[in-house]
């Protein structure tokens, strides 16, 4: 009894500081800081496109990887707290809220449910809204806790199903099963069922609804008269799982299988499609995961996030776990397989500094404090080393089991004796002197082939020390090597290699004058070595990657080929060649083809699991791969690894044209104007750490662009047809498949092919029609010129009637015969005047008004000595009118002046008056013709007109009106030629007014032709 004591004081500094530790995965960490509207979150949901909705105590939310869309009372969503969701068949995400009303959110849009005021008629009766299904003819069917399921059909009828034995009842709805936990039904049919059925009164019942038949059964129990009397969850479609008080039972096609007692009390179950349960302890203290229903007969379980209150847990289609809690926001995982020592787990302080390996289940680790602790992974317990008096910090640790040691690589350098208990200091001799001195603990340490040395790398040269009795055998600094040195390696062939600042050095057979830098390459700080079995050295380096050397071949590996870092902290190799890397930026698992220079590299990160991606130390077993990480110890399963995720696929988010947003669709179809386009998408990839690697390109042919942008512009494309394409990397560096979305831009109008047709058949007609206006018009003018020239014959011939003339040459007989020779010389003048005027105007297109003037004189006056007093005539030129430049036709008015004359006024009984004006008015010329004779159309109605003078007068005055027509363009107005006859009050006509109006012949350029 004596020694037990003694004993026991002992073994009291190894084993004083045990505890137990629950190591359990990574868990990524989602907040209010990163955009949740709150950190009390209920109910995860994951909806078809593969959006995460999350459920919160301040509205719901929608979660891309990326960042929170929120929803609250401005977005219609008037109910802020959010318990449920349920997507329908239409796409409709439906939130069920603590006061009962339901929204439905559609098109970026949050609508109420239109019968929330039948729900609240039942609210006096329930606690809050569960679960919900909706059917293809718009029945809503909606537990009501506490009471029942109500139903709901697309006109606002309501029926409530609800046990009127049972605790709990299940309604199951095209293999959706309702679920609602009841009150204590104490109705006198229940206690006769229980007195006549069932024969005993401590029974639960749960009622089966399927839709057609009501089915009873019942399990015993021990709950009192009071509060609830069940908890029932779905474990599969034939599956359940009742908790009642501390008993747990199993339910199979409606019959109870098996029951066990049950240790504390769930809040709810939740199944995954891998048969995965968990339950959330209802008292906050995190949740169990059991691998199957046969785990949970057994009660095998593993416990995650002790510390919070699990409100759910769901696993995404991506195989990522999600936790929502009720005081800290939103946890989740994709890797279970990885555990993870932190503080969560029982460390003290989770920055991890060195490893060493004891057995496939114990080890020894330093963290950042200095302190060194033994880890049993099998057992989960913890054990402190007792704290060694030196300086710290403890660099590097590595355990002798041959001699059961531990060296510590601080100062002093020093092991921890488990055969003794204490610790020994390793101290060195002073050449030439019989004094010694304490030794630095190296920063890196590696062990010989043979296991009986142990090399050490420090400030100034490398060591090497006797396991077997501790003592320095050898200090490079004492044979004139003082260079830094990294890492010291012993190789197969028994040759040393040491990493320096500036590289490789070699060592053969102890000789350091042998030392040779080798390979120039290398020439960056070598960090760590290691030796695959084929004897190809590993080589990290500080900026240069890693080097894989063997003979003359040197084979370089950068993060051009893959690695997370150019920065190597540690090199592991394992028997069958596979390298592990550890650098600051995550792990790599490295597989050489040994039939070429290749090699096959897979990252891990944060993203896969890691706690941190800064690696401070690796150890190796045959199975486990420990890593030493700022953030905590890690247990890496070597064999047994997350296998590749499945691909993310990218889907799309939006697509602009010309700035404005068009509805998604399969594929497009744009004008030619609608070429400026926007491609918004996204993969919805929650696990990575890091911005998205997206690549797309526009044709087959052309080559990827590679962004971490969730957009595309192209701006100004040509017209034709494209296909985008765009794909996404996933954590594992593996590209998605792609996404096409086809599009044309159509041709201008102007470039179609029917367009070309048409524009060529109207340039065709254009040319065609002008053509033919230009022949028409030529056509017309040769028609005009004939017609001009036979107007101007035609003038020549009428301008002298003949009965004029032969009446002249009468008179001027007459004047001789009666000897009044000088009239007759005087007449004979002014008649040879007049036939010269007519002469002249034959052979001129145009002449002056003065011209035309004089010639109306010389005619009127041989008329006057004709007739002598039978009629008066007057020819009246406007004041300023410029007679000599304004040009006319020739003989335009004497063929009207001549009818007045001839019909009008000697045809009348009274003395005759004739009166020619001429002058400008609104910018034309005008002739005016009054006399007093019987009147134009009274004249053209008398009988005594003979045959002749009746063709005389329409010749000649038909040809001066079509003459006057080609003068003013073609074309007569009824202003152009004006004849009527005049009346006095009583109507009776008094004479004739004749009134010609010409466009001035002022760019006419010569009176010899036509223009």
């Given at each position: 009894?004596?020694?037990?004591?003694?004993?026991?004081?002992?073994?009291?500094?190894?084993?004083?500081?045990?505890?137990?530790?629950?190591?359990?995965?990574?868990?990524?960490?989602?907040?209010?800081?990163?955009?949740?509207?709150?950190?009390?979150?209920?109910?995860?949901?994951?909806?078809r496109?593969?959006?995460?909705?999350?459920?919160?105590?301040?509205?719901?939310?929608?979660?891309?990887?990326y960042?929170?869309?929120?929803?609250?009372?401005?977005?219609?969503?008037?109910s802020n707290?959010?318990?449920?969701?349920?997507?329908?068949?239409?796409?409709?995400?439906?939130?069920?809220?603590?006061?009962?009303?339901?929204?439905?959110?559609?098109?970026?849009?949050?609508?109420?449910?239109?019968?929330?005021?039948?729900?609240?008629t039942?609210?006096?009766?329930?606690?809050?809204?569960?679960?919900?299904?909706?059917?293809?003819e718009?029945?809503?069917?909606?537990v009501?806790?506490?009471?029942?399921?109500?139903?709901i059909?697309?006109?606002?009828?309501?029926?409530?199903?609800?046990?009127?034995?049972?605790?709990?009842?299940?309604?199951?709805?095209?293999?959706?099963?309702?679920?609602?936990?009841?009150y204590?039904?104490?109705?006198?049919?229940?206690?006769?069922?229980?007195?006549?059925?069932?024969?005993?009164?401590?029974?639960?019942?749960?009622?089966?609804?399927?839709g057609?038949?009501?089915?009873?059964?019942?399990?015993?129990?021990?709950?009192g008269?009071?509060?609830?009397?069940?908890?029932?969850?779905r474990?599969?479609?034939?599956?359940?799982?009742?908790?009642?008080?501390?008993?747990?039972?199993?339910?199979k096609?409606?019959?109870?299988?098996?029951?066990?007692?049950?240790?504390?009390?769930?809040?709810?179950?939740?199944?995954?499609?891998?048969?995965?349960?968990?339950m959330?302890?209802?008292?906050?203290?995190?949740?169990?995961?059991?691998?199957?229903?046969?785990?949970?007969r057994?009660?095998?379980?593993?416990?995650?996030?002790?510390?919070?209150?699990i409100?759910?847990?769901?696993?995404?289609?991506?195989?990522?776990?999600?936790?929502?809690?009720?005081?800290?926001?939103?946890?989740?995982?994709d890797n279970?397989?990885?555990?993870?020592?932190?503080?969560?787990?029982?460390?003290a302080?989770?920055?991890?500094?060195?490893?060493?390996?004891?057995?496939?289940?114990?080890?020894?680790?330093?963290?950042?404090?200095?302190?060194i602790?033994?880890?049993?992974?099998?057992?989960?317990?913890?054990?402190?080393?007792?704290?060694?008096?030196?300086?710290?910090?403890?660099?590097?640790i590595?355990?002798?089991?041959?001699?059961?040691?531990?060296?510590?690589?601080?100062f002093p350098?020093?092991?921890?004796d488990?055969t003794t208990?204490?610790?020994?200091?390793?101290?060195?001799?002073?050449?030439?002197?019989?004094?010694?001195?304490?030794?630095?603990?190296?920063?890196?340490?590696?062990?010989?082939?043979?296991?009986?040395?142990?090399?050490?790398?420090?400030?100034?040269?490398?060591q090497?020390?006797?396991l077997?009795?501790?003592?320095?055998?050898?200090q490079?600094?004492?044979?004139?090597?003082?260079?830094?040195?990294?890492?010291?390696?012993?190789?197969?062939?028994?040759?040393?290699?040491?990493?320096?600042?500036?590289?490789?050095?070699?060592?053969k057979?102890?000789?350091?004058?042998?030392?040779?830098?080798?390979?120039p390459?290398?020439?960056?700080?070598?960090?760590?070595?290691?030796?695959?079995?084929?004897?190809?050295?590993v080589?990290?380096?500080?900026?240069?990657?890693l080097?894989?050397?063997?003979?003359?071949?040197?084979f370089?590996?950068?993060?051009?080929?893959?690695?997370?870092?150019?920065?190597?902290?540690?090199?592991e190799?394992?028997?069958?060649?596979?390298?592990?890397?550890?650098t600051?930026?995550?792990?790599?698992?490295?597989?050489?083809?040994?039939?070429?220079?290749?090699?096959?590299?897979?990252?891990?990160?944060?993203?896969h699991?890691?706690?941190?991606?800064?690696?401070?130390d690796?150890?190796?077993?045959?199975?486990?791969?420990?890593?030493?990480?700022?953030?905590?110890?890690?247990?890496?399963?070597?064999?047994?690894?997350?296998?590749?995720?499945?691909?993310?696929?990218?889907i799309?988010?939006?697509?602009?044209?010309?700035?404005?947003?068009?509805?998604?669709k399969?594929a497009?179809?744009?004008?030619?104007?609608?070429?400026?386009?926007?491609?918004?998408?996204?993969?919805?990839?929650?696990?990575?750490?890091e911005?998205?690697?997206?690549?797309?390109?526009?044709?087959?042919?052309?080559?990827?662009i590679?962004?971490?942008?969730?957009?595309?512009?192209?701006?100004?494309l040509?017209?034709?047809?494209?296909?985008?394409?765009?794909?996404?990397?996933?954590?594992?560096?593996?590209?998605?498949?792609?996404?096409?979305?086809?599009?044309?831009?159509?041709?201008?109008?102007w470039?179609?092919?029917?367009?070309?047709?048409?524009?060529?058949?109207?340039?065709?007609?254009?040319?065609?029609?002008?053509?033919?206006?230009?022949?028409?018009?030529?056509?017309k003018?040769?028609?005009?010129?004939q017609?001009?020239?036979?107007?101007?014959?035609?003038?020549l011939?009428?301008?002298?009637?003949?009965?004029f003339?032969?009446?002249?040459?009468?008179?001027?007989?007459s004047?001789?015969?009666?000897?009044?020779?000088?009239?007759?010389?005087?007449y004979?003048?002014?008649?040879?005047?007049?036939?010269?005027?007519?002469?002249?105007?034959?052979?001129?297109?145009?002449?002056?008004?003065e011209?035309e003037?004089?010639?109306?004189?010389?005619?009127?006056?041989?008329?006057?000595?004709?007739?002598?007093?039978?009629?008066e005539?007057?020819?009246?030129?406007?004041?300023?009118?410029?007679?000599?430049?304004?040009?006319?036709?020739?003989?335009?008015t004497?063929?009207?002046?001549?009818?007045a004359?001839?019909?009008?006024?000697?045809?009348?009984?009274?003395?005759?008056?004739?009166?020619?004006?001429?002058?400008?008015?609104?910018?034309f010329?005008?002739?005016?013709?009054?006399?007093?004779?019987?009147?134009?159309?009274?004249?053209?109605?008398?009988?005594?007109?003979?045959?002749?003078?009746?063709?005389?007068?329409?010749?000649g005055?038909?040809?001066?009106?079509?003459?006057?027509?080609?003068?003013?363009?073609?074309?007569?107005?009824?202003?152009d030629?004006?004849i009527?006859?005049k009346?006095?009050?009583?109507g009776?006509?008094?004479?004739?007014?004749?009134?010609?109006?010409?466009?001035?012949?002022?760019?006419?350029?010569?009176?010899?032709?036509?223009?």
């Amino acid at each position: 009894m004596f020694w037990f004591p003694c004993l026991l004081i002992f073994f009291v500094p190894v084993f004083a500081f045990a505890q137990n530790v629950r190591p359990g995965p990574s868990f990524h960490h989602l907040t209010t800081d990163n955009g949740l509207p709150s950190s009390e979150v209920y109910e995860i949901h994951q909806d078809r496109n593969g959006y995460l909705w999350f459920g919160t105590d301040n509205g719901a939310s929608r979660y891309d990887g990326y960042e929170f869309e929120n929803f609250g009372a401005s977005e219609g969503l008037t109910s802020n707290v959010v318990l449920h969701f349920y997507e329908d068949w239409k796409g409709r995400i439906w939130m069920n809220t603590l006061l009962g009303d339901l929204f439905y959110f559609e098109n970026d849009r949050i609508y109420p449910y239109r019968y929330n005021h039948i729900i609240q008629t039942y609210k006096t009766n329930f606690i809050a809204p569960g679960d919900m299904y909706i059917d293809q003819e718009e029945n809503l069917f909606l537990v009501i806790s506490g009471l029942g399921v109500l139903k709901i059909n697309q006109f606002g009828e309501d029926e409530l199903f609800t046990g009127k034995l049972s605790s709990s009842i299940i309604v199951e709805v095209d293999d959706i099963a309702l679920i609602s936990n009841c009150y204590l039904n104490r109705s006198d049919e229940r206690k006769a069922f229980l007195e006549e059925v069932v024969k005993g009164d401590q029974i639960n019942i749960i009622s089966f609804f399927n839709g057609k038949k009501m089915i009873e059964t019942w399990y015993p129990s021990d709950q009192g008269p009071n509060g609830r009397t069940t908890e029932v969850f779905r474990v599969s479609s034939n599956e359940f799982l009742v908790w009642n008080r501390c008993q747990l039972y199993y339910f199979k096609d409606y019959n109870l299988i098996w029951d066990r007692p049950a240790s504390c009390a769930f809040s709810f179950m939740s199944s995954t499609a891998d048969g995965e349960i968990f339950m959330p302890e209802s008292n906050g203290r995190g949740a169990r995961m059991y691998k199957n229903i046969d785990a949970v007969r057994d009660d095998q379980f593993e416990f995650f996030l002790p510390e919070y209150s699990i409100a759910d847990v769901f696993k995404d289609r991506q195989g990522i776990y999600w936790f929502s809690t009720l005081e800290n926001g939103i946890f989740y995982t994709d890797n279970f397989q990885i555990q993870v020592y932190d503080k969560v787990a029982g460390l003290a302080n989770q920055n991890i500094g060195s490893i060493s390996i004891k057995n496939e289940n114990e080890i020894f680790f330093s963290d950042r404090n200095d302190r060194i602790f033994k880890l049993n992974a099998q057992q989960k317990r913890l054990q402190k080393i007792p704290d060694a008096k030196q300086s710290p910090p403890v660099f590097s640790i590595f355990y002798d089991a041959q001699n059961q040691r531990l060296w510590s690589g601080a100062f002093p350098y020093r092991f921890f004796d488990f055969t003794t208990n204490k610790w020994v200091n390793i101290v060195r001799q002073v050449p030439n002197d019989n004094a010694t001195l304490q030794t630095t603990g190296p920063k890196k340490t590696k062990v010989s082939r043979n296991r009986k040395y142990l090399w050490g790398n420090y400030y100034n040269g490398f060591q090497k020390f006797s396991l077997d009795d501790g003592t320095l055998l050898f200090q490079s600094e004492d044979f004139g090597f003082s260079e830094r040195a990294f890492v010291t390696f012993e190789s197969i062939e028994n040759e040393l290699w040491i990493g320096t600042g500036q590289g490789l050095l070699h060592v053969k057979e102890d000789e350091l004058k042998q030392i040779n830098q080798i390979h120039p390459d290398i020439g960056v700080r070598v960090e760590d070595i290691a030796q695959l079995p084929d004897s190809t050295l590993v080589i990290g380096t500080k900026g240069a990657g890693l080097f894989l050397m063997k003979d003359s071949c040197q084979f370089q590996l950068t993060t051009n080929d893959g690695l997370t870092s150019n920065m190597i902290e540690h090199i592991e190799t394992a028997p069958d060649g596979t390298i592990w890397v550890g650098t600051l930026n995550g792990l790599n698992k490295i597989e050489k083809d040994a039939s070429a220079d290749q090699a096959h590299i897979r990252q891990f990160t944060k993203s896969h699991g890691l706690p941190s991606g800064e690696i401070n130390d690796l150890a190796l077993t045959d199975s486990t791969l420990w890593i030493a990480t700022s953030a905590g110890l890690v247990r890496f399963p070597t064999k047994v690894v997350k296998p590749t995720c499945s691909p993310h696929y990218v889907i799309l988010d939006a697509f602009k044209v010309n700035g404005e947003n068009t509805p998604l669709k399969n594929a497009y179809t744009l004008a030619y104007n609608e070429n400026t386009l926007q491609l918004d998408y996204i993969s919805l990839n929650y696990i990575l750490d890091e911005p998205i690697t997206y690549r797309y390109r526009l044709t087959q042919l052309a080559p990827w662009i590679e962004t971490k942008s969730r957009t595309a512009n192209f701006i100004n494309l040509p017209f034709g047809k494209y296909t985008f394409e765009v794909q996404a990397k996933n954590e594992n560096g593996v590209w998605s498949p792609s996404l096409f979305l086809p599009f044309v831009i159509s041709r201008p109008f102007w470039l179609r092919t029917e367009f070309i047709l048409f524009f060529a058949l109207l340039m065709i007609a254009i040319i065609w029609l002008l053509v033919h206006l230009y022949i028409r018009r030529i056509r017309k003018q040769a028609v005009f010129e004939q017609q001009i020239s036979e107007l101007k014959t035609s003038a020549l011939q009428a301008q002298m009637n003949p009965h004029f003339v032969f009446n002249c040459l009468n008179a001027i007989q007459s004047f001789i015969a009666s000897e009044e020779s000088e009239r007759a010389t005087r007449y004979l003048a002014k008649f040879a005047l007049l036939v010269r005027n007519n002469l002249n105007a034959s052979t001129n297109t145009l002449i002056s008004l003065e011209e035309e003037i004089q010639t109306i004189h010389n005619y009127l006056s041989l008329e006057k000595m004709r007739f002598s007093k039978r009629f008066e005539y007057k020819v009246e030129v406007q004041e300023g009118l410029d007679v000599l430049n304004i040009d006319i036709p020739p003989l335009l008015t004497l063929p009207y002046v001549e009818n007045a004359v001839i019909h009008g006024i000697l045809n009348s009984p009274h003395p005759g008056r004739l009166y020619v004006r001429y002058g400008r008015e609104d910018g034309f010329v005008f002739a005016e013709i009054e006399d007093n004779g019987l009147g134009i159309f009274q004249t053209q109605n008398l009988k005594i007109r003979s045959k002749q003078a009746a063709i005389h007068k329409s010749v000649g005055m038909s040809i001066s009106k079509k003459r006057l027509e080609i003068f003013n363009g073609g074309k007569l107005t009824q202003e152009d030629l004006i004849i009527q006859e005049k009346t006095d009050t009583s109507g009776n006509v008094t004479g004739t007014l004749i009134r010609l109006r010409l466009r001035p012949a002022n760019n006419y350029k010569n009176k010899t032709g036509p223009s």
